[in-house]
């Protein structure tokens, strides 16, 4: 195995077994993984010896913490904005590969899965949940918006959850994660091991997961669901704003905590995410990726992107200047604006 790549594909029994192996950077994915990975799943889809896809990471932090946003950013600011779309577009092409993929596709997540980690493994059929499990889609922070097919899958989950997950980039564990369906399985972190090593053999899939599944009891987050579905399933992002301020003024401290979370974020950002939320329930999962690129086309030449990553990761001083700066003051013609079709530099996608 060459240990210096960043991603391993290899079949090993009957499983085609994906190996993220860049842990220094909490394996964010580049476009070098992202086409490994789209090649793995080609020669594997037609190959009678693999019956299953199974992805792990090599890191006990994370499974992958999302893109590589400073690439990203830094070549937006050379110019280079065909590069960033370039990446974007075989990304989501790739997301809609593994969601369509007609072999199961097993994700054990034992650690941080965030943004573009995401997008390879919540689309699959099985998503195997750890200990150190810890799912977010924080891009409303750094000027971005949840992307990676967020639009279809986020809205579909009950008591809007998705879009409080959207618009706050909150963190949830095991437990949360399997209550409203982000995962399918819960397995214990000093079994995984174990497991990735049982699932290469031809015994059935399901009664292989049987053997290692674990009940978790209710998450952090459970007693909070119904102020959740209160808020936001609000009609517009200021109305999630007003109810939560509401129902942090009846003595709730999770409403306020939010409230104070939501004035940290972009405003466009948020305003986008919860347009993408509003539309995305009744897209279809290619839609919802056209959708996608369609945003992430004009935040490519925007302004709130560049300014969220120097904050966050480049100068990292934790103070973006958001253009504009205020929920308020964020036009409905300009959060249309990103949803416009792009004719002919759609995305393409096959099927």
């Known amino acids: 195995m060459a240990q210096d790549q960043d991603i391993i594909c290899e079949i090993r029994g009957a499983a085609g077994v994906v190996i993220l192996n860049r842990p220094k950077a909490l394996n964010a994915l580049s476009l070098g993984m992202v086409r490994e990975l789209a090649r793995a799943l080609d020669a594997w889809e037609n190959d009678p010896q693999v019956t299953r896809v199974v992805v792990l990471s090599t890191s006990e932090k994370a499974f992958s913490a999302g893109g590589d946003i400073r690439w990203l950013h830094d070549c937006g600011k050379a110019g280079r904005h065909d590069e960033m779309l370039a990446f974007w577009g075989e990304e989501y092409i790739l997301n809609h590969r593994i969601k369509t993929y007609p072999k199961p596709y097993v994700a054990l997540i034992d650690g941080i899965v965030m943004g573009g980690?995401?997008?390879?493994?919540?689309h699959g059929s099985h998503r195997i949940a750890g200990d150190r499990y810890l799912f977010a889609m924080p891009e409303v922070g750094i000027g971005f918006f949840p992307d990676v097919g967020a639009t279809w899958a986020l809205p579909r989950l009950p008591g809007a959850f998705g879009v409080f997950l959207a618009l706050t980039g909150e963190r949830i564990g095991a437990a949360d994660a399997l209550s409203v369906g982000l995962a399918t399985?819960?397995?214990a972190s000093d079994r995984m091991a174990e497991l990735a090593d049982a699932l290469t053999s031809r015994a059935a899939l399901d009664?292989?997961?049987a053997g290692f599944?674990?009940?978790r009891p209710p998450g952090p987050l459970h007693a909070e669901?119904?102020?959740?579905?209160?808020?936001?399933?609000?009609?517009?992002?200021?109305?999630?704003?007003?109810?939560l301020n509401a129902l942090a003024a009846r003595g709730s401290a999770f409403a306020g905590k939010l409230a104070q979370t939501l004035a940290t974020k972009s405003p466009t950002s948020v305003a986008i995410a919860h347009e993408q939320m509003r539309r995305g329930h009744d897209l279809d999962f290619a839609e919802a990726m056209r959708t996608e690129f369609r945003i992430v086309s004009r935040i490519?030449?925007?302004h709130d992107f560049y300014e969220g990553v120097r904050a966050v990761v480049v100068d990292k001083?934790?103070?973006?200047?958001?253009?504009?700066?205020?929920?308020?003051?964020?036009?409905p013609a300009t959060i249309a604006a990103y949803f416009a079709s792009l004719g002919a530099s759609e995305l393409k996608l096959e099927g």
Do not use: K, N, Y
């Open 117 to 122: 980690g995401v997008g390879i493994s919540l």
């Open 185 to 187: 399985h819960g397995v």
């Open 207 to 209: 009664d292989i997961l």
């Open 213 to 215: 599944t674990i009940a």
């Open 225 to 243: 669901a119904a102020t959740i579905a209160d808020a936001f399933a609000s009609a517009s992002p200021l109305a999630v704003v007003e109810r």
């Open 300 to 302: 490519a030449h925007g």
């Open 317 to 331: 001083d934790q103070a973006p200047h958001w253009r504009p700066d205020r929920l308020e003051a964020v036009e």
